[in-house]
Structures are given as C-alpha cells and as structure tokens.
Nanobody
Framework: QVRLEESGGGLVQPGGSLRLSCVVSGRTTSSGTQGWFRQAPGKEREFVSAIRGNHSGSKYYADSVKGRFTISRDNAKNTVYLQMNDVKPEDTANYSC????????????????????WGQGTQVTVST
C-alpha cells in the first residue's frame, strides 16, 4: 500500500519562500513519477509540478510557477520536495503530493486521473 504524507505548509508573506515535503512509503521515488497538485477554494485541482523517477529525473512545471518553484527528490529518504520562492497570493491553495508507478508523458501529468495515489494535502496561505 502506497502512502504519501505532506508537510511544510503554512502562512507566508508575498515574496517569501516555503518548502513542502512529501514522504513516500510503499513505492520508491527512484521509479515512476511523483508530482504536486494544488486546489484553491472554489477552484478545480490543478497540476503544479512533476519529476520522473528514472535516472533522467526530468522535471515539469505549470507555466504559473515556472521560474519560481523547484521540484526535487531525495531517493535515500524517499522524499519529494517543492521549493516555493517568490510566492504570490494566487499561490494560496491546498497542496497535494501525487504518485504513480508509471513514467507519465507530459500530456498525462496534467490530469488527476492518471495519478494513482494521493496525500492528504498541506495548506499554503500567502498573505500579509
């Protein structure tokens, strides 16, 4: 059974930084694909970023976070990170970690149904 547990959310001022963590159990982060999604109140869940587990470790980002957020992984800790820099009020959302044993192609990453397992989420609020 795969389990994902996020941490690191909280209140941060605009322009600040935050690092989210996702500990994966039941699946190794050196295979498949791991990612982050977010959902703001009244909005649909949206793709944020993904990283492939193979040796390439290819990374993908939504245009809204490109250049500000960085996804990474530590296979020794089986943990995936999302470093959030220069955050904006529109980044306020509940952030969920997602995982699948498959190596997803880019067009599949955007859709929630292509991911097999989800964490409970961690809330990020960007406000003064």
């Amino acid at each position: 059974q795969v389990r994902l547990e996020e941490s690191g959310g909280g209140l941060v001022q605009p322009g600040g930084s935050l690092r989210l963590s996702c500990v994966v159990s039941g699946r190794t982060t050196s295979s498949g694909t791991q990612g982050w999604f977010r959902q703001a109140p009244g909005k649909e869940r949206e793709f944020v970023s993904a990283i492939r587990g193979n040796h390439s470790g290819s990374k993908y980002y939504a245009d809204s976070v490109k250049g500000r957020f960085t996804i990474s992984r530590d296979n020794a800790k089986n943990t995936v990170y999302l470093q959030m820099n220069d955050v904006k009020p529109e980044d306020t959302a509940n952030y969920s970690c997602a995982s699948t044993s498959r190596t997803l192609i880019l067009s599949s990453m955007w859709t929630s149904s292509h991911w097999d397992d989800w964490g409970q989420g961690t809330q990020v609020t960007v406000s003064t």
